[in-house]
Structures are given as structure tokens and as C-alpha cells.
């Protein structure tokens, strides 16, 4: 079996797992991200391909119509801008890649091109993007649109933004810096193009004025999940992450999204699919259990925050729905992260709301993963098998240096010992490494 990518989903630039055991001072040091550039050193020392930093840029209200609970719960709140803990992480490394998310409604191409290309300079050719069309109507109302347009339309929009993105980090050609002394020219003119792109939602003029990105464009992450995300995944990203229940559900949406790349031409070795994981770690299975118990009971306690962070996500204001409902009674929809609803609905079946919300958020994403270091690594393995993938996205609900040791640390080494891990980077640069295996 080969090797096993592995990125980190970071939930945010912001305060993490407030309140949890081992999380330390968060609550008051969160200002520095300190956490996150160590966190970063440890994932790198444990070989990892990237860090994801997710993001959003509202205060949720959609639960009962207040921000009460997200203020109070610290739910994804408050939380700084990704470039920001992107370029200080780059700076506390040297070769693991840093992903962070924008949206395409809250920054023109020209200036996420500019930005990224910026980016992919100061870490030498370290940085991706995750690229990600937005799911509120809050969110949209703070950058003075109404709202959002449909779901699938800001997939046709964002079709148009990579074109614009991706002219304007061509707009350099290899080469074209030639920083010779004796003729005293510094750019080849000539390999330095215009873009003036006109389309249906986009003009820029180009070129680029920060110059090229050392990788030529970034790593694009995506996580499209709809049929329309999909094909938007596949046709743009370089790696596509997911959240999907399931082995069989795993590799149904694997072989898709490598058939539509396929499909629009491209190898589909060169799109590794990254599926969110959160191991429930101990030293030995009893003690793995116990926590993994405790996580579970910790969540019962938290269903009204798990319900609104899943209503941040969908829109969807849960308050107005009976717990004891099954969900497929309920009329649920959403403009936002369709395909989370849909298979969220899809698992859940006839089972009532508190139930199906617990075991679907509550514990543990794609794969159940307790156990020992080694016992985990042997899950990940049968997993991996059966849906012939490519690697997993770690997610931890209590992020702290203690359980980012504990993968670091204690599950890689494991994975590495099974030959399922890399023991170093082979390359230099995110994308080289990303294509390695
Ligand atoms: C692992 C993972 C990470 C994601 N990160 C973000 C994020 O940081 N910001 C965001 O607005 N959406 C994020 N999303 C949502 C996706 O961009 C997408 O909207 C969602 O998976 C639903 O797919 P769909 O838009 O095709 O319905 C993420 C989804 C997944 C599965």
C-alpha cells in the first residue's frame, strides 16, 4: 500500500477547543497564535503534507436568530484573518504546505491573486488555497451584498474567477525574472503579459505586480460536494477534501470526482482526495475507549452549540425544530454547504434530530478511528483499502499541544513503522510533495 497524505484541518485562526482540558490559557492568549505555529512545527517534524486553515467571515446568528451562543461558546468566533496566521506559520517552517481559506465573494481575483502569489514567495512555494464560494447571507451582507447568489450560480462564478486567478499567476512566464548585473535588467519584458480579461462577472487587466508564485500557481484545495461542486473540484483542485460517513460513501464520491477529472482532461493521480478524520487516541484501548466515551458524553452536553455551528454552516435556524423529530420529516434545505446537509440527511434517515445530530457531528468524521497509536494506523489502513484513497484530513474538536503531540508524536510515528507515512519530505515545494505518492 502506498503512503498515506496527510493534511490538518485547522478550524479557524481562532480559539480553539475554549474551555477544553490541556488547551491551557487559550481563552485569554488566543490574540497570539503561538498555539498555531507550534502546531505547525509539530505537523512538519511529523512530515505532514499541509495544514488547512478553515475560515469564515460572520458572527453566526442563524441559531434562534441571535449571536448569543456563538459569542458565548466562542463558536468560530473571534477568529483573525487566515493570511495572517498563514504567514506567521510560514515563517515557523520550512516545508510543510499552509493552506488557507478564502472565499471568492470576499476578495476580487486580482487581490487574492496578488495575495496568494505573495504568499507563495515568502514561504517559497509553500502555500495553497482553499477555495471556497461562501455559505452565508450574513457573511454576504458584511461585504454590502444582500445576499449570496444561488449555490450552484457561485459555482459558474467561481469557474470565471479561477480563469481570471489563474491568467493572472500565468502572466509571468517561466523565466522572465533574469536579474542580470551586467546588462542591468532585472524582468524580461516581453515575458510579462497583460491578462484584460472581460467576462460575465469579473475584469482585470494584469499582469500580476508582485511577480510569479516559485510553484507556478498554488496548490488549490477544495471541497466541493454537491454534484456542481464536484465538477468544480475536479476540474480546478489539486487536492479535495471531504467529510463523508462511511467507507462505501467514501469511495463513491472518490471514484466520481476522479472520473469527472478524467472527464475534463486531467490525470487523476494529480487530484489527492483528503477525507476528515478525528482519532480518539490512548495509550492503550481501554483508556482510548474511556476518552472516546467521554467525547461522546462531553457532546450531549453540547448539542445546542452542535446545532449551531451546523445552522452557521446551512443557514438553518435549529431552534425551530423538535428534537425528538426524524430528520426526514423535517423540511430541511440549504444555500449553503449543501452536500454536509445532504449527507447529513442521508445517514440520518428516520432517526429523530438530537440522535442523528449526535453520532453524525458528535464524534468522529468520515471513519471511526479509537485506539492506540498502532491500532489506529491499522484502522486508517483497512479504511484506506477499502476505499482506495489517498489520504486523511486530522481533525481535532480540542485542539491543544497535547493532541497535536499525540498525532504528531504517537500516530504518525505508527503510520510510519506500517511504511504508511513519509519519514521526509522529498521535495522542496507543497505541490511536488502533494504529487509525490
Ligand atoms: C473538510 C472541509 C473543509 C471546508 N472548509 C471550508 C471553509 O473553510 N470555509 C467555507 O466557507 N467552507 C468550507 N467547506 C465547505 C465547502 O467549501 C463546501 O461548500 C461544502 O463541502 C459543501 O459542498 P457544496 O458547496 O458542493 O454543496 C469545507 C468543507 C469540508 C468538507
Known amino acids: 500500500m502506498k503512503p498515506f497524505h496527510l493534511g490538518w484541518f485547522l478550524q479557524g485562526s481562532s480559539v480553539q477547543a475554549w474551555a477544553e482540558p490541556w488547551t491551557g490559557a487559550i481563552g485569554r492568549d488566543w490574540m497570539v497564535p503561538d498555539l498555531f505555529c507550534d502546531m505547525a512545527r509539530a505537523l512538519e517534524r511529523a512530515c505532514f503534507d499541509y495544514i ?17 451562543l456563538y459569542l458565548k461558546h466562542g463558536l ?77 450560480l ?44 472581460e467576462g460575465r462577472w469579473y475584469r482585470t487587466h494584469g499582469p500580476l505586480n508582485s511577480g510569479p ?12 460536494g454537491s454534484p456542481r461542486g464536484r465538477q468544480f473540484a475536479a ?24 472520473a469527472r477529472a478524467a472527464a475534463a482532461g486531467r490525470n487523476p ?24 466515551a467521554a467525547r461522546k458524553a462531553r457532546a450531549e452536553q453540547q448539542v445546542p452549540q452542535l446545532l449551531a455551528f451546523f445552522g452557521k454552516i446551512t443557514n438553518i435556524d435549529f431552534t425551530k425544530y423538535d428534537l425528538d423529530a426524524p430528520v426526514d420529516s423535517l423540511d430541511l434545505r440549504t444555500n449553503g454547504h449543501q452536500q454536509s446537509l445532504d449527507d447529513f440527511k442521508r445517514v440520518a434517515g428516520k432517526k429523530p434530530l438530537r440522535e442523528a445530530l449526535l453520532a453524525y457531528r458528535g464524534s468522529s468524521g468520515s471513519v471511526e478511528l479509537v485506539g492506540t497509536p498502532d491500532a489506529v494506523a491499522g484502522q486508517m489502513a483497512e479504511a484506506m483499502e ?13 485542539v491543544s499541544r497535547r493532541t497535536v503531540a499525540e498525532i504528531a508524536d504517537g500516530l504518525v510515528p ?18 511536488d510533495n502533494l504529487l509525490e505518492f
Open 235 to 258: 476540474t480546478h483542485a489539486d487536492t479535495i477534501v471531504a467529510s463523508i460517513k462511511g467507507t462505501a460513501g467514501m469511495r463513491a464520491y472518490r471514484d466520481d470526482v476522479r
Open 269 to 292: 493521480d494529480h487530484v489527492k482526495v483528503l477525507y476528515l478524520v478525528n482519532p480518539c487516541l490512548g495509550e492503550t484501548e481501554e483508556e482510548a475507549r474511556a476518552r472516546f
Open 154 to 197: 457561485r459555482y459558474d462564478m467561481a469557474d470565471e474567477y479561477m480563469q481570471v486567478v489563474n491568467g493572472l499567476w500565468d502572466s509571468w512566464e517561466p523565466g522572465a525574472i533574469i536579474a542580470d548585473e551586467q546588462t542591468g535588467v532585472l524582468v524580461d519584458h516581453t515575458k510579462v503579459h497583460a491578462v484584460d480579461f
Open 76 to 152: 468560530a468566533v473571534p477568529r483573525q484573518d487566515p493570511a495572517v496566521t498563514a504567514t506567521l506559520m510560514a515563517a515557523a517552517t520550512t516545508r510543510i504546505g499552509i493552506v488557507p481559506t478564502f472565499a471568492t465573494f470576499t476578495h476580487p481575483p486580482y487581490l487574492l491573486a496578488r495575495m496568494i502569489a505573495s504568499l507563495d514567495q515568502a514561504s517559497r512555494g509553500r502555500i495553497g488555497w482553499n477555495m471556497v464560494t461562501g455559505s452565508s447571507d450574513v457573511a454576504a451582507r458584511n461585504y454590502g451584498l444582500d445576499r449570496l447568489p444561488d449555490h450552484d
Open 414 to 431: 505508527a503510520l510510519q513503522r506500517r511504511g504508511l507515512a513519509r519519514r521526509a519530505y522529498g521535495h522542496a515545494m507543497f505541490r
Open 386 to 398: 477499502e476505499v482506495d484513497g489517498d489520504g486523511f484530513l486530522i481533525s481535532m474538536s480540542d
Open 52 to 68: 488547512l486553515i478553515e475560515d469564515s467571515s460572520y458572527v453566526g446568528e442563524s441559531y434562534g436568530g441571535s449571536t448569543e
Open 213 to 224: 508564485c516559485p510553484q507556478g500557481r498554488p496548490v488549490i484545495a477544495q471541497a466541493g
